[in-house]
C-alpha cells in the first residue's frame, strides 16, 4: 500500500510532523488503524532498531524516529481507544529503573487502554519504591513492568521481591514484557504473566484477572 510505505520512510527519516500528517491521511483513506501500526509505524520501527544494531544509524537519529513514532501514535490514540464503558481493571505501567525506553510500553498501554483498562503510566525510570508507592496508594489490580535492556531487567526483580517484602504481594499481579525478556526468565523472577507484545499483553492481563 503506497501510504504505508510512505509512512515507513517518514518515519525512518525521523520526520515527526510528515509521519503525522501521513498516518492521518492513511485513516482518512480508510486504512484499519491496527494495519497503520503494524505495517507502517512498526515495522518502520523495527527496520530503525536494525540499522542501528549495525551501527549504521546513532542515538540521535533513533530518537527522531521515536519522536516520529510517537506523532503517529498519537493520532492513532483515540482510533484504538473505546470510550465510555466501565474500566475492566486499574493497571500501573511503567519501565524500570535505569531504562529510558518508552516506545513499546506506551504502546502496550494504548493497547490495553484501547481494551477497557483504567491505566496510569508512571513513565520511564521507574524505581521499585515508586511502584510499591503507587500500588498501595492506587490499589491496582495489575502492576505492569517494561524493560528494553538486559541491564535493567534485574529491576523487574527487585519490584517484585520489594512487593513481597512489603506484603503485597497476591493483592496485585505483576506482568512483565519487553524486547529482552522470555517467559523463563518471568517465571523465574516471580512473575504472574509475561507477554511478548502489545496484543498478548492485552490477553494476558484479561487471563490475569480472569475476564475471558
Ligand atoms: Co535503545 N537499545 N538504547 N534506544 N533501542 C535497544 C533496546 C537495543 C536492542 C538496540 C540494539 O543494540 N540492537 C539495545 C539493547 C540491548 C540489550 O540490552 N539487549 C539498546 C541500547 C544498547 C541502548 C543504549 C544503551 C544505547 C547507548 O546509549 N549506547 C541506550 C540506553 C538508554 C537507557 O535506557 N538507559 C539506548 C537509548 C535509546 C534511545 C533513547 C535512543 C531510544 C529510546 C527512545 C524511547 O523509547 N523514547 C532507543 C531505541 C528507540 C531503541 C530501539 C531502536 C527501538 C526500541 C523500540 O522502541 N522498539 C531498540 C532496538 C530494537 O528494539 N530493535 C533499542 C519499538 C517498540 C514498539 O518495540 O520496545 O520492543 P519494543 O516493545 C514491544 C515488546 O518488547 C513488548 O511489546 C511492545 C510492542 O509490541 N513490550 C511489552 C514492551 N514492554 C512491554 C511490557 C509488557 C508486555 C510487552 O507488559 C508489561
Known amino acids: 500500500m503506497e ?5 515507513v520512510e517518514g518515519l525512518s527519516e525521523g520526520e515527526a510532523d510528515k509521519t503525522e500528517l501521513l498516518t492521518q491521511e492513511a485513516l482518512r483513506q480508510g486504512v484499519l488503524p491496527e494495519i497503520i501500526l503494524k505495517e507502517g509505524l512498526i515495522a518502520a520501527m523495527n527496520m530503525i ?12 537519529e ?3 524516529a521515536a519522536r516520529a513514532m510517537q506523532a503517529g501514535m498519537n493520532i ?11 474500566p475492566l481493571g486499574r493497571i500501573i505501567i ?3 529503573k535505569g531504562d529510558l525506553h518508552d516506545i513499546g510500553k506506551n504502546l502496550v498501554a494504548m493497547m490495553l487502554e484501547g481494551a ?14 515508586r511502584f510499591i508507592q503507587e500500588v498501595k496508594d492506587k490499589k491496582p489490580q495489575i502492576v505492569a513492568l517494561s524493560a528494553l535492556l538486559t541491564t535493567t531487567l534485574p529491576m ?5 521481591e520489594l512487593l513481597k517484602a512489603e506484603g503485597l504481594e497476591g493483592t496485585v499481579k505483576v506482568l512483565v514484557g519487553g524486547a529482552p525478556l522470555s517467559q523463563r526468565y ?5 512473575a504472574d504473566g509475561y507477554a511478548p507484545d502489545a496484543v498478548s499483553a492485552v490477553a494476558k492481563a484479561r487471563e490475569l484477572l480472569n475476564l475471558r
Open 49 to 60: 532498531g536494525e540499522r542501528f544494531k549495525q551501527g549504521d544509524l546513532f542515538v540521535p
Open 94 to 96: 511503567g519501565t524500570v
Open 186 to 190: 518471568a517465571d523465574e523472577i516471580g
Open 116 to 129: 477497557g483498562f483504567e491505566i496510569i503510566d508512571l513513565g520511564i525510570d521507574t524505581a521499585p519504591e
Open 76 to 86: 492513532l490514540k483515540p482510533r484504538l481507544i473505546q470510550t465510555g464503558i466501565k
Open 3 to 7: 501510504i504505508i510505505k510512505r509512512i
Open 62 to 64: 533513533v530518537l527522531l
Open 156 to 160: 523487574m526483580k527487585a519490584t517484585i
